[in-house]
């Protein structure tokens, strides 16, 4: 893939996608027949061209990852006050679709070698009343998760897969998304691959594709009953000249992946100088990192603080993004009072101090990783 250096004044945001010569014609085609709201013929091709690629029956395209999980959950059927494990280190939506239905979030501490939901604590925490895992894979690798399909399974707990930062990974050579009862993607600006704002849901369950369709359209009422509508839905639809967006992208997943690959390596093969920051490694024994982004973990008891070297970065014209703040420390939900305060995930809670990731998005040049690599190498050096 061929990069040019495309950031004005020297700036290097955190992400700058890709876009290719495929989503401008298939936009133009869109705009020149008039096609341009959810209906059209690309909302449908990138249905079936997303779910074939993920190995999965059906595809409900969306308007975001956020509204997938809304709609992902939902299609379950819980009842007022059943639990759903979750990882308390994720982006907000995962606790919103919880809450917003009357479900109980029970929270899940990360591992620090992947910065995922720790598998330990999911199958500790499994009980009675746990009646959904979201299983949530961060920032590059999986979870690693048999056997907690496994475990639910046996207990006949659904399992919603949360894939949004992970298009195009694997999981022991199975796509990420083809894992359990239904799984989401996310498909704005920062993900591998992009519709400017959008999401995915897909399933092998007919059912619960039927009720996942509804749902994103207002559950509105068949044939005459048209606007008599059937339960509480949204409109989340996708727009055709989004999902033409992504019939473009998805043509060109591979050289995507390939080269995330390529800046994450770079990345590793600059920063691993450093004792005083843990980074992402390449590899697991089940995948290999497809670098959503590039984390940077700072080590306990270095002297410089994260929000020091994030100023320091944008001095330099680097601008980075803090790691998410996990859910028991959202002032929503403390004020709304949903997790026991008494709570510590530890894990979780020094992620969010002391990480941060680099611009990693696929329009960045190898000279501008060697840059911004070398520019961090010297702050936390202190000759910067
Ligand atoms: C793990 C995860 N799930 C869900 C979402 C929500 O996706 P969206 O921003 O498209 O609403 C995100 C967003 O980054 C995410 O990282």
Redesign the pocket.
């Known amino acids: 893939m061929k990069m040019k250096l495309i950031s004005k004044n020297n700036f290097i945001p955190v992400n700058v996608p890709k876009i290719f010569k495929e989503e401008k014609k298939y936009v133009k085609k869109c705009l020149d027949t008039g096609w341009i709201s959810s209906e059209g013929e690309y909302v449908k091709k990138f249905e079936k061209d997303f779910s074939r690629y993920n190995k999965r029956i059906y595809g409900i395209a969306v308007s975001?990852?956020?509204a997938a999980?809304d709609i992902a959950i939902k299609s379950l059927n819980l009842k007022k006050g059943d639990e759903v494990i979750i990882p308390a280190f994720?982006?907000i939506?995962?606790a919103l679709c919880v809450i917003k239905l009357g479900l109980k979030p029970i929270l899940i501490d990360s591992n620090l070698k992947n910065w995922n939901m720790d598998v330990e604590q999911v199958l500790n925490k499994i009980s009675k009343k746990t009646k959904a895992i979201i299983i949530?894979h961060?920032y590059g690798f999986p979870v690693d998760m048999n056997k907690i399909l496994q475990v639910a399974k046996k207990k006949k707990i659904k399992v919603i897969e949360?894939a949004?930062?992970m298009i195009g990974q694997t999981y022991f050579g199975r796509m990420c998304g083809s894992f359990g009862d239904i799984s989401i993607f996310?498909f704005?600006a920062n993900k591998h691959i992009t519709t400017g704002?959008g999401?995915m849901i897909l399933t092998n369950n007919k059912k619960l594709y039927s009720k996942c369709k509804s749902l994103r359209n207002l559950c509105f009422g068949v044939g005459k009953n048209r606007f008599n509508h059937d339960d509480i839905g949204w409109n989340y639809r996708m727009t055709n000249m989004q999902a033409a967006v992504g019939c473009g992208q998805l043509k060109n997943i591979k050289c995507i992946i390939k080269r995330k690959k390529q800046i994450g390596r770079k990345y590793i093969s600059i920063l691993k100088k450093s004792d005083k920051i843990e980074i992402q490694i390449a590899k697991l024994k089940y995948s290999e990192n497809i670098f959503w982004v590039f984390g940077v973990l700072l080590k306990k008891n270095i002297k410089i603080s994260r929000d020091q070297i994030v100023n320091k970065l944008l001095k330099h014209n680097i601008q980075t993004r803090n790691f998410f703040i996990p859910m028991h420390k959202q002032k929503i939900f403390q004020k709304m009072k949903i997790f026991n305060k008494k709570q510590k995930f530890k894990n979780s809670e020094q992620l969010s101090k002391n990480g941060f990731y680099l611009p990693s998005g696929l329009a960045i040049s190898n000279k501008e990783i060697d840059f911004v690599g070398n520019t961090l190498l010297k702050i936390l050096q202190n000759k910067k």
Request: charged residues 20%.
């Open positions: 975001s990852g956020t999980l994720s982006i939506s995962t949530t961060i949360d949004a930062e996310s704005y704002e999401g």
